[in-house]
């Protein structure tokens, strides 16, 4: 199993502010099969990139994904109030499936 | 308008053996290039991924839970149906139907449309 380990646990950033958030694999992920999700209180996850950097129809330009093999990042360039959430990457490379353990952004 | 709509029981015993409907409205799941699964999430916690299934029978198991688990599709229905075995209290969550990517594409094993949920509870 793929085991994804998401740094740092919580991210205190403010308004305007850049967000950088890693998701660190045990094994190479083939093909760069890394997705990005973003869940809010009470919702279900919302998927934002796939393939490690391709923005799913409707994201917004200031998410972006980038990395290969075993670390990833998902960058928000500039925090709006709707992108305090919990954030889960989730390699499909290989089976089982398996999702990193999340990072929350909070409002400092 | 892709819409899942999960069901569920709401509430069972440890021991018992939980069943899980998700109805899936605005598509057919006949004849897609989509795997349909389920994902899990414990009060405060991750993500799990259980089981995933494609509209002919195919199927993908997490092999933490496959020995309790089997996921199902009836597509007279356009459902995906899950059971899961001998349930104790670490299997209360919030389990969510999700549809994957297209594997004509690729191997898009994401989840890019969710449901809203059903909260599962085992409890005596």
């Known amino acids: 199993e793929n085991v994804l380990t998401q740094s740092p646990g919580t991210l205190s950033l403010s308004p305007g502010e850049r967000a950088t958030l890693s998701c660190r694999a045990s094994?190479?992920?083939?093909?760069?099969?890394l997705a990005w999700y973003q869940q809010k209180p009470g919702q279900a996850p919302r998927l934002l990139i796939s393939?490690?950097?391709t923005r799913t129809t409707g994201i917004p330009a200031r998410f972006s994904g980038s990395g290969s093999g075993t670390d990833f990042t998902l960058t928000i360039s500039r925090l709006e109030p709707e992108d305090f959430a919990v954030y889960y990457c989730?390699?499909?490379?290989?089976?089982?499936?398996?999702f990193g353990q999340g990072t929350t952004v909070e409002i400092k | 308008q892709l819409h899942l709509q999960e069901s569920g029981p709401g509430l069972l015993n440890p021991s018992e053996t939980l069943s899980l409907s998700c109805t899936v409205s605005?598509?057919?799941?006949?004849?897609?290039?989509?795997?349909w699964g389920w994902v899990r999430q414990p009060p405060g916690k991750g993500l799990e991924w259980i089981a995933s299934?494609?509209?002919?029978?195919?199927?993908y198991y997490n092999p933490s839970l496959e020995s309790r688990v089997t996921i199902s599709v009836d597509t007279s229905k356009n459902q995906i149906s899950l059971k899961l075995n001998s349930v104790t209290a670490t299997d209360t969550a919030m389990y969510y139907c999700?549809?994957?990517?297209?594997?004509?594409?690729?191997?898009?094993?994401?989840?890019?449309?969710w449901g809203q949920g059903t909260l599962v509870t085992v409890s005596s």
């Open positions: 094994h190479s992920v083939f093909s760069n099969y």
């Open positions: 999700a549809r994957q990517g297209d594997i004509f594409t690729g191997a898009n094993y994401f989840f890019d449309s």
């Open positions: 299934i494609y509209y002919s029978g195919g199927t």
């Open positions: 605005g598509a057919s799941i006949r004849g897609t290039s989509h795997y």
């Open positions: 989730q390699q499909y490379s290989d089976s089982p499936w398996t």
């Open positions: 393939d490690a950097s």
